[in-house]
Structure formats: structure tokens, C-alpha cells
């Protein structure tokens, strides 16, 4: 339990529901080197609603669906409609890249879905096919609109912030949150891929945060208990606002309020140090819930013991961010 007065509530689960990708971020994974999960080793739905039910008892409220690319698993509509069912959970939300939103929003939206995280890291064609390996842009940005139109809301960008590669967009990037009722938020990079390319193209926040002055002041936004990390910002005669995750620069631990579930059933109480406990093991060879909360309880005791360590994180999150979730 986190006896630290101070720290957050864990109530967030992020729940990676595929290791599969219809994209090739640059960033995200050593695509060269990736061996998909065989699929017998991904949950099943009705694995996840049930360890959903078990999160929920822990004290998780709020389930992120997240991957891979969520919406390439057939089936991910129905399932989130059953994951708003299971009590104790009072906030779903999606995380994707938005290839597939056009098409899937109306179903999604039926679902009861609304909170909505779209993945863009730059407004340019060329640029988003030398990021992402895809010439996706126009259906991004059609998804987007779509979303807009049915009533997702809150509908947030998540940009990854690349020096020398997008960073003279920024600009342009936050002009979205003016124009779309919209939170645009600027992430730093994390060395998954590579230590190399990451000293190459990493750029604090402090720096995105200092050019996108001109933009007026910043004012500070409240932020709702289950929010973690992101420090959100207001600007005058912005209709959306701007949001800053820092991960390198920023120290989370005390903030932190969430867990991952890898698609191949992981328990990680932290992104940045590599610990996890299996949860697919034991759910398969038949453990009650009583037991499975038992390990549950054992992740949040390890997150609480990582944020009361002297040791740094160790700013690496030790696989992937495909295979992780993000
Ligand atoms: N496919 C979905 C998407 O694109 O949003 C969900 C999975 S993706 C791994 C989740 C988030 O992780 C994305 O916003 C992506 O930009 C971010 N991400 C991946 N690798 C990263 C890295 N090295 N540093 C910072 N963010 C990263």
C-alpha cells in the first residue's frame, strides 16, 4: 500500500489490448529485430474483463485500451462496450494512432466510448511517412474530424516532441488546441529504440515549453485525480488546451498513478524499470479472483517500493513501446 501521505492514488490501468501495429514509428519499437506475439500468448477478451473486474476491486477506476494499435484486434468495439459494464470502472478511454478512426468512431462511439487520445506527431505528409514508415496522414486527420464530429470529448493529441525532426512544427502543433476543442500534448522522447538516435533527436519540454510562449501566457489547468502526470495548461482565446509529459526531465514517481497490462498478460507497475508480474500464468492454470487480486495488491506494493527508492528509474523502460502499450 502507498503509505506516502503525498502520492497518488493508483486508479489508472493501462490496458494493452494487442502487440500488432498498423504503423512503424521510428521511436516506438526495433521494428527490424520484433517478433509478434504468437496469439495464443495475447489475452482474451474475456481474460481482460475479468482481470478488469479484479483491477477494479483494487481500487482501479479509470482503464486506458491501449497497444500496439488497439484497433487492429477484431473484436475491440464489443469489447469495450462489455469493459464499460464492469462495475467499479467509471472512465474508459482509448489510445490510438487514428489510421482506423474514420471508420471505426461510429462504432466506437455507440459503445459509450468518448475519451479519446489520438497519436500525431506532425501535420506534414512526407514527415509522417519518414516517421511513421506509412503514408497515413490524410486518414488520420480524417479520423480525427470524424471523432470531432460524433462528440468524443475529451479528444487529446499526443505528439512526440523529435529535435530536428518535427520541433519546428510546434507551433503549429499547438495551433491545433486553438482551433479544436482539442488538448494537445507534447511528450518527450524515451530512449526505447535507441540510445543514439534518442541523443540525437531528444528535446526537453522545458525548451517546447519556452518557444510556445509567443503563443500568450500559459495559464495552469486543475487537473481530475485519476490524470497522472501531464501538466496542462490554458491559453487566452484557445477553444483546447496544451499538456506537457515529461518523462526524462520530470520526476513522476510521487504522481504516478497508473498500471500497465501487457498484451501478453504482464503486470508493470512501472514503465521505466523493468519488473513485471505474470498475470496470464496464473489466470490460466485457474487461480480465483482471490488470488489474482493477491497479485494485483503485490504490483502496487512494488510500485509504492519504487517510489520510495533511493534508486533513480532507470529512464529506460527495458522492451519496447509496442510491447508494452505505451
Ligand atoms: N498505437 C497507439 C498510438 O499510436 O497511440 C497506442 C500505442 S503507442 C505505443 C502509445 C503512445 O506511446 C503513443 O502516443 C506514442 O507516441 C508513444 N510512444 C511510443 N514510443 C515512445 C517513445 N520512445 N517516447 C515517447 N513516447 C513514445
Redesign the pocket.
Known sequence: MREDPGAAKINYLRLSVTDR?N?R?R??TYWRDWRKLPSGEILRYEELLRLAAIAAEMGISKVRI?????LVRRGLVDFIGKLHQVAGIAKVCL???GVLLEELGPALYETGLRHL?V?LDTLRRERYRQITGRDNLAAVLAGLERAASLGFHPLKI?C?VLQGINDDELLDLALLARDHPWQVRF????P??SQEWWQRHFLPLSEVLRRLTVLGPLMPSTCSPTDGPARIFRLPGFQGELGFITPMTGHHCRTCNRLRLTADGKLRPCLMQPGELDLKGPLRLGLGDGLLGYLFREALDLKAGNAASPLAPSHHPGRS??SI??
Open positions: 501495429c504503423l514509428c521511436y516506438c491501449t497497444g500496439g494499435e488497439p489510445t490510438s494512432n487520445n497519436s499526443n512526440v511528450i518527450e522522447l524515451m526505447t529504440v513501446m509496442i502499450g505505451g
